[in-house]
């Protein structure tokens, strides 16, 4: 440069600065372009989470928009500004199996409706719901999943007031949040989310009705026993206890007493236990679930189809009860007062105002 300006109309100089400009001036274009795609394609740069996911979907959105419109051009930047108006994503982390993911599916669409958020489910939970439940929350794609950080929110089982008021554009909430206390006053919206696909809503009433016989005036009681891993973890772990035959024998005789021709339809992962436990001499217990943990949509199914439902321990029975809507019996105050379980689960919270509480015999932990 110093030479040009000393030596003026030395035209190979001046050449040599024309070239290296545009050398230079093509080096940088090359640059930013790389740079751009590279960003586009991987995001290697991590700007705040705050906008960038959500800039995409709205801009791909407006683009869509853009190319149906083509003719028709008045209001495009308008229409497309108020369409897109999603604020967030916020979603729930999957755990735990079907009555644990009901009711993270449940929680998530109620919290995020108190604070005006979109909810999203992640494919993991979409995958376990749909086969069973007509729901209808979007399901987020795992690629989305990928390029999001969401802030973890961890919730108690139970509503708290301070969950109407949560201030995060990219949410997961995590925790086993099950209580009705978050959605009861959604209870159509979460009952609608909940139908069950009619092929197997068919099925379970072809097996109800074969149970019926020459019945006239049949009552089906639902009856889930939950086991499987809970027969240990109960007592060793939370000083508690599940249902014993006593309590069966208690809850049953409430709906023998109270109607013509109750039958009983019971679902477990623990049949055999049932069998040897459930005094059948009346003939009206019919033990027809197959208690297979890795297909729950028909055990689930046939409860569903009941009138009222008897409840043992854990979110199956639970959601069975919720979803029919009749009358339902469960089991209460089953671990000592000291037991770590009461700091995760309020009876309050678990169980609706009017269903009917058995307090548990727990005898057995004191010797
Ligand atoms: C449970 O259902 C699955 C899928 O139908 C099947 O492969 C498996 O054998 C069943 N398990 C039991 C214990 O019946
Ligand atoms: C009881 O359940 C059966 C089977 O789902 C149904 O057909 C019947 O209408 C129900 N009865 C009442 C009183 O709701
Ligand atoms: C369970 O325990 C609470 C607190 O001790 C008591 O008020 C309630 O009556 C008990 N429930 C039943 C069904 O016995």
């Not at 209001?75 to 916020?90: A, F, P, Q």
């Not at 109407?164 to 609608?192: A, M, Q």
């Not at 197959?290 to 979110?315: Q, R, V, W, Y």
């Amino acid at each position: 440069m110093k030479c040009c300006i000393r030596y003026k109309g030395n035209m190979d100089c001046v050449k040599k600065k024309r070239f290296m400009f545009c050398v230079m001036f093509f080096v940088s274009v090359l640059t930013f372009s790389v740079l751009y795609r590279l960003q586009v394609r991987i995001g290697f740069l991590m700007f705040s989470t705050k906008l960038t996911p959500l800039s995409f979907m709205c801009l791909n959105e407006k683009k869509q928009q853009d190319t149906q419109n083509n003719e028709d051009t008045s209001n495009t930047d308008s229409e497309s500004s108020t369409k897109c108006d999603l604020n967030g994503i916020w979603t729930i982390k999957p755990d735990g199996r079907l009555g644990n993911q009901m009711g993270e599916y449940a929680t998530l669409y109620a919290l995020a409706k108190a604070n005006g958020r979109q909810p999203f489910i992640l494919p993991e939970m979409h995958s376990y719901l749909a086969p069973i439940f007509k729901i209808t929350l979007p399901v987020l794609h795992q690629d989305a999943v990928n390029l999001i950080s969401f802030k973890e929110y961890w919730i108690h089982d139970w509503m708290s007031e301070e969950y109407n008021h949560v201030d995060e554009t990219f949410l997961k909430f995590t925790g086993y949040p099950c209580s009705w206390t978050f959605y009861h006053h959604l209870r159509d919206d979460i009952r609608r989310e909940f139908t069950i696909h009619d092929h197997l809503k068919k099925e379970a009433n072809q097996v109800l009705h074969g149970m019926k016989g020459s019945r006239t005036d049949v009552t089906y009681i639902g009856v889930h026993v939950r086991r499987g891993d809970y027969v240990s973890v109960m007592p060793n772990v939370w000083k508690g206890v599940i249902a014993d035959r006593g309590y069966l024998e208690k809850a049953m005789g409430y709906f023998r007493k109270k109607y013509k021709e109750p039958i009983f339809v019971v679902t477990s992962n623990g049949m055999d236990w049932c069998k040897d436990n459930i005094d059948n001499s009346r003939g009206d217990v019919y033990f027809s679930g197959d208690g297979n943990e890795s297909t729950p949509g028909k055990d689930f199914a046939l409860l569903m189809s009941c009138n009222h439902t008897i409840m043992t321990i854990g979110t199956f029975g639970y959601w069975a009860s919720y979803l029919v809507g009749g009358e339902a019996i469960y089991l209460t105050n089953f671990t000592l007062p000291d037991s770590e379980f009461l700091k995760l689960f309020h009876y309050d919270a678990a169980f609706l105002p009017e269903w009917i509480g058995i307090a548990a015999d727990l005898s057995p932990l004191l010797h």
